[in-house]
């Protein structure tokens, strides 16, 4: 895989499935997105969740560790020889 893009995301249910939308609508598609709720109290989770695509890893976090944390996290994970970083109210 060539890039791992990295999608950290709290209380932003009415932001993430548009900025997920805009990754999935990419014409490049040799890629995985790594997303990472941390522990959101609203449904950012249940957003996140109703997508299905192959290419997406879910990490839902039970404990708030904070932003820094779950960028470290999703780094940590990522496969692909490259990485992009797009926030969960990005489009």
Do not use: C, W
């Not at 299905?52 to 940590?76: C, M, S």
């Amino acid at each position: 895989m060539k890039v791992s893009i990295v999608l950290p995301a709290y209380r932003h249910e009415k932001f993430i499935g548009p900025a997920i939308e805009s990754v999935l609508s990419q014409s490049f598609s040799d890629f995985e997105l790594l997303i990472g709720d941390d522990a959101s109290p609203d449904r950012t989770a249940d957003v996140i969740r109703s997508f299905r695509d192959p290419r997406i890893v879910f990490f839902p976090h039970r404990t708030n560790y904070g932003a820094t944390f779950n960028h470290r996290f999703l780094l940590e994970q990522a496969q692909g020889d490259y990485i992009a970083l797009i926030n969960s109210d990005d489009l």
